[in-house]
């Protein structure tokens, strides 16, 4: 009951933030490919009808952004035909793209646009540690269990990713899984021998590594293409048409180019699109042609990156954590007095409390969207209250817990009624522990929050989410800094009023 007052009080808090106008919503995922494209694509149907589309970057991985993409809160996103296959409707094997369209057509769904190029998965490792080994080939692999394979946690789950290819090849290696771009860094400081990459990565020939040849024929095509709601073509007829002049427009090298001006010259993911944009397409005008959308990736400098967008992040990042710390508040204590009036509850409320605390943060944010039917503020809020309760409730049931008997009996006696000594006598005396929760809560929540960026729903976690795709430290301390001030003055408003709610003798 206390799960659907908290999801009810949050989505009527969150509802005038998701009544956007009817654009064109054009989703992308956690790396750096995906982000480009997202940008080209927000920005194509832009030229043709100037603010139809919105890019909503880097909401996580596969499953989130196909989540997000059933249930309507995004339109169109760029994927890859094994993808597709293999990760969403679950085949063993390739299927002819045709099939494809018909699977996906039961859902509302679709696939079009080929982009032009094929990005496989692939296994990399420096080229003199092949050359040392006489590795050239996956399966040359097998007669190396000790090396180190450092995966990214997506690889390590997908039904095309490493399990198969462990069992196609017969690997018996214990790979570490890391965030993809930190797995660069950790094979150019030999902490790992092998990793997973993508075939259009850019750092593979800076980094001098060797793509080894799947021999066993594994991996399926991953033709780049668009996965859309096929109702998108009838509600944005303008931009959609703009959309599928890209069909064909992106060959391989074109695209490793494009991760290369963000990955290595540090340019943004708008500016990337934009120098794609000059040139495409060739027969438009040049003051029709399209515009980058979105900043993408700040300016080079830490100083620059923590000032770009600072006031809007703030901001996004403060409502993220008041809004859901008071619906915890508005559910934790009540549950905490329940559970101290009750003694049969404590347990169960704390135990209940304690297990909702403990789900993977992603894992909740993937099960909100199809539930909720939107990405976003409302699953971010709901998720980030789940994790405030915990203090709350506990702190409340202590409060309660250390008033003295005796206090309860001399009113008693002094004939007030239950409701009276639980207001006048024990919440007064409760409040301090009480309070603390709440601080404990909300110092959390701030931290915490950084998670909603991954769904869509903005903060300091943008900027996390874009460094980890980027591997950049500077976009990383970005998003950090500010939210550990943020945490530390979140801190220090509480115990201001802590002290002022003192009495003056107990100061």
Same mark, same amino acid.
């Not at 969207?369 to 939107?374: C, H, K, N, R, T």
């Not at 603390?436 to 989410?465: L, N, S």
């Given at each position: ?366 099960? #909100?969207?199809?539930?909720?039917? &939107?990405? !976003?503020? @409302?699953? $971010?809020? +709901?998720? *980030?209250? %789940?994790?405030?309760? /915990? ?15 005796? #206090?309860?009996?001399?009113?008693? &006696?002094? !004939?007030? @009624?239950? $409701?009276? +000594?639980? *207001?006048? %006598?024990?919440?007064? /005396? ?21 998670? &909603? ?14 460094? /980890? ?39």
């Amino acid at each position: 009951m206390f799960l659907r007052t908290l999801a009810a009080i949050l989505l009527i808090a969150a509802a005038p933030l998701s009544l956007a106008g009817d654009k064109l919503q054009v989703g992308s995922k956690r790396f750096t490919e995906s982000y480009v494209l997202g940008e080209i694509l927000t920005a194509t149907a832009n030229s043709a009808q100037p603010g139809q589309a919105t890019h909503r970057q880097g909401l996580g991985n596969t499953a989130i952004v196909f989540e997000a993409l059933k249930a309507g809160s995004i339109d169109v996103y760029p994927e890859y035909l094994g993808t597709i296959s293999q990760e969403i409707l679950r085949h063993s094997e390739p299927v002819p793209l045709q099939q494809v369209r018909q699977e996906l057509a039961a859902l509302g769904l679709g696939v079009d646009v080929p982009l032009g190029f094929n990005n496989s998965y692939a296994l990399a490792m420096p080229m003199e540690k092949a050359q040392e080994l006489g590795i050239v080939r996956l399966s040359d692999l097998a007669r190396h269990p000790a090396l180190r394979l450092g995966l990214s946690h997506e690889f390590l789950g997908r039904a095309d990713g490493w399990p198969g290819l462990a069992r196609r090849y017969g690997l018996t290696n214990q790979p570490r899984s890391l965030d993809h771009g930190i797995a660069y860094d950790a094979l150019a400081a030999r902490q790992i021998d092998v990793m997973d990459i993508y075939t259009t990565d850019a750092r593979i020939g800076r980094l001098g590594l060797r793509v080894l040849d799947d021999d066993l024929g594994y991996f399926p095509r991953y033709d780049a293409l668009l996965l859309y709601r096929l109702d998108a073509a009838r509600r944005f007829p303008v931009a959609w048409r703009a959309v599928q002049h890209l069909e064909g427009a992106i060959n391989e090298q074109r695209m490793i180019a494009l991760n290369a001006a963000v990955e290595l010259e540090g340019r943004s993911f708008a500016q990337a699109a934009e120098g794609f944009l000059k040139d495409f397409p060739a027969h438009q005008p040049a003051e029709s042609r399209p515009k980058p959308t979105g900043a993408g990736n700040a300016p080079a400098g830490l100083q620059a990156k923590l000032l770009d967008r600072l006031l809007p992040l703030t901001g996004e990042h403060l409502f993220l954590v008041l809004v859901s710390v008071a619906a915890a508040t508005a559910a934790g204590v009540p549950l905490g007095l329940a559970a101290s009036l009750v003694p049969g509850l404590r347990q169960p409320v704390l135990g209940l409390a304690g297990v909702l605390q403990t789900i993977p943060s992603l894992a909740l944010l993937a099960m #909100l969207i199809p539930l909720l039917g &939107a990405i !976003g503020t @409302r699953p $971010a809020l +709901i998720a *980030l209250s %789940v994790y405030a309760l /915990l203090p709350i409730v506990r702190n409340t049931c202590a409060g309660l817990a250390q008033v003295p008997s005796g #206090l309860r009996q001399a009113a008693q &006696a002094l !004939g007030m @009624r239950r $409701a009276d +000594i639980l *207001l006048l %006598v024990e919440l007064p /005396l409760a409040w301090p522990l009480i309070l603390a929760g709440v601080k404990t809560a909300a110092v959390m929540t701030v931290g915490t929050a950084t998670i &909603a960026a991954f769904i869509g729903a903005g903060g300091y976690g943008e900027r996390i989410a874009v460094g /980890l795709a980027l591997n950049d430290n500077q976009m990383l301390l970005a998003g950090a800094i500010p939210s550990a001030l943020l945490a530390l003055v979140t801190q220090g408003l509480f115990e201001l009023v802590e002290r002022m709610l003192q009495r003056p003798g107990m100061r």
